[in-house]
């Protein structure tokens, strides 16, 4: 149980162009999700966290308007990167705390970004 | 604002020697702590996680302890083996619906 799927696994993308990362609860639902970044050698930085129909808090340095959130229902969260750049190629993780569960957090397999 | 720090950042050891990995925190006000395993490009797997009420918890050859109050954490790997060479995590969390703080991680090598 708790597993948690992120979609797609890598994506290559010209610059300029925008990506939609899709993490979803598969057997629980989550009132909060997690987003963090992961740069090479590089330990998890968190961006963002989403809660389920209300707005998307932003960690400091992290743009808003280019790393778009959405958390519409309570297992499905989404990264949009807008007018991606060669700097956001990364790794991008998110996480998932059940409702039943608030203090656990099941993480998902990670999204390998490539801004060409 | 909760820190959380690995030391060593890198280690290379011969197959078979038991090892010690070191995690220390800046505020002992946590709810857990996590250590997670991550192999190069991939994502994590959560080895152990310690409740704040406890003192340790065991998984095989692995053994993590955890001293609340003084804001430290080990992580014990007996008999180590080639294929335990990754990046070893830790994290804590505060409350819940909060984020991991995850410290910079400790890299292990393990030499056949």
């Known amino acids: 149980g708790a597993v948690v799927s992120q979609h797609p696994s890598w994506v290559i993308c010209k610059s300029g162009t925008s990506v939609k990362i899709e993490c979803r609860s598969l057997?629980?639902?989550?009132?909060?999700m997690f987003w963090y970044r992961q740069f090479p050698k590089q330990s998890l930085m968190l961006m963002a966290t989403?809660?389920?129909?209300?707005?998307?808090?932003?960690e400091q340095g992290v743009e808003k308007d280019k790393f778009l959130i959405n958390h519409a229902s309570l297992t499905l969260s989404t990264l949009t990167v807008t007018s991606a750049h060669p700097e956001d190629s990364s790794f991008y993780i998110c996480?998932?705390?059940?409702?039943?569960?608030?203090?656990?957090?099941?993480f998902g397999p990670g999204t390998r970004l490539t801004v060409t | 604002k909760q820190e959380v720090t690995q030391i060593p950042a890198a280690l290379s050891v011969p197959e078979g020697e038991n090892l010690v990995l070191n995690c220390s925190f800046t505020?002992?006000?946590?709810?857990?702590l996590q250590w997670f395993r991550q192999d190069p490009g991939k994502g994590l797997t959560s080895l152990l996680l310690?409740?704040?009420?406890?003192r340790e918890q065991t998984s095989g050859r692995l053994n993590a302890s955890l001293d609340k109050s003084s804001g430290r954490s080990t992580l014990y790997i007996a008999a180590s083996q080639p294929g335990d060479s990754a990046t070893y995590l830790c994290?804590?969390?505060?409350?819940?619906?909060?984020?991991?703080?995850f410290g910079k991680g400790t890299r292990l090598s393990v030499i056949a």
């Open positions: 996480s998932a705390s059940p409702v039943l569960s608030p203090y656990e957090q099941y």
């Open positions: 057997d629980f639902q989550a009132t909060t």
């Open positions: 989403s809660n389920e129909g209300s707005k998307a808090t932003y």
């Open positions: 505020d002992s006000a946590i709810y857990n």
């Open positions: 310690i409740q704040s009420s406890q």
């Open positions: 994290a804590v969390v505060d409350s819940g619906n909060t984020p991991l703080v």
